[in-house]
């Protein structure tokens, strides 16, 4: 059970100096250039206010865009291998969402299924998350519907949710607990406070159990076909979702040195699948559509006992034909 507490917003201003002091970088929601996106910040003024998600996730923290696995030197007869090692900075995530707070568990399924990830690990070890309720929702959110909410407490360290005098703050592991230790007098005693009534209310779009349970029985339904005509291959989807985790080893070499990178990469990609011998068995973008919601929401629970998916609406907002994913969701529960 959360330990819960009171943060004015002046104890908010000690405790980022705080966390400074104490070597941690922290990564806040930042409005620029119409965009709200995770930038470093010194003190909470810099963070954004009203914004209901950021574009890009903040999955990147622990698994980058492109990252050096290895390197290799060449000689005559010799090749030298160099093993990477990760670099994690001591950082303090604050102000997501809880759905996207929740993702980083779809992310950790993943890369410690069958062995342990050391990069991933090493950056989740070094990562606390300080995340702050939803005060408001939009068409594209759909958490309540995948058993979150937006004052939904997994995932986070600490949770915020907004109050008049400051936040509600509900210290929930034991990061939470080595961030209050920094300075334990800025938490005051905050019982009584009914945080449900402040949060933003969401019904619940469709009935997920349902819609997992019928999948397997849906693999050459049409409707795929249908919901994938205005689909063009772009991934923006995958690059901005907090929990695909799909990626692909590449290689820079000359014939003297190289290394190999794992870069993200997306199903929705037409080479995704793609065989040397030339044969894709997702040759059509609808394919490859249904691969995605199967994947989320058939093999994800088969596999992991979660789902792949958090309700965000990220990809929604970034999509440039406007697939809107709660809605493909609820046409393809009702089908």
Known sequence: MADTFKLTHENLDSLFAALRKDGRRILAP?????????????????VAKGYIQTIMSAKD??????????????????????????????????????????????????????????????????MAVIGVSCLKADDACFCTSLGGGPA????????????????????????????????????????????????????????????????????ENELWEDQALRCIGCGACAYVCPTCVCFDIQEEADPKQG????????????????????????????ARWRQRIYHKFSTYPERYQMLGCVGCGKCTRACPVDMNLREHLVEAANV
């Open 61 to 126: 923290v622990v698994f980058p865009k492109v990252e050096r696995l290895l390197s290799y030197t060449t000689a005559p007869g010799t090749v030298e291998l160099h093993d990477a090692e990760p670099k994690a900075l001591p950082t303090v995530l604050f102000g997501v969402r809880p759905c996207e707070a929740k993702a980083f568990g779809a992310l950790d399924a993943v890369f410690n299924w069958d062995y342990r990830d050391k990069f991933f690990n090493a950056r989740l070890e070094k």
């Open 259 to 286: 290394q190999r990178l794992r870069c993200w990469d997306s199903c929705g990609f037409s080479m995704f699948t793609l065989h040397a011998s030339g044969h894709n068995p997702r040759e059509t973008q609808s």
């Open 152 to 219: 939904d407490t997994a995932g986070s360290d600490i949770l915020l949710t907004p109050i008049e005098s400051g936040y509600l703050a509900e210290v929930l592991t034991v990061k939470g607990k080595a961030i209050q230790a920094l300075a334990p007098n800025l938490f005051t005693p905050g019982n009584g406070v009914d945080k449900a009534a402040i949060a933003a209310k969401l019904e619940q779009a469709f009935d997920q159990p349902a819609l997992t349970a019928k999948l397997p029985g849906m693999f």
């Open 30 to 46: 930042v409005d620029g250039d119409g965009r709200t996106e995770l930038n470093e910040v010194e003190k909470p003024s810099q």
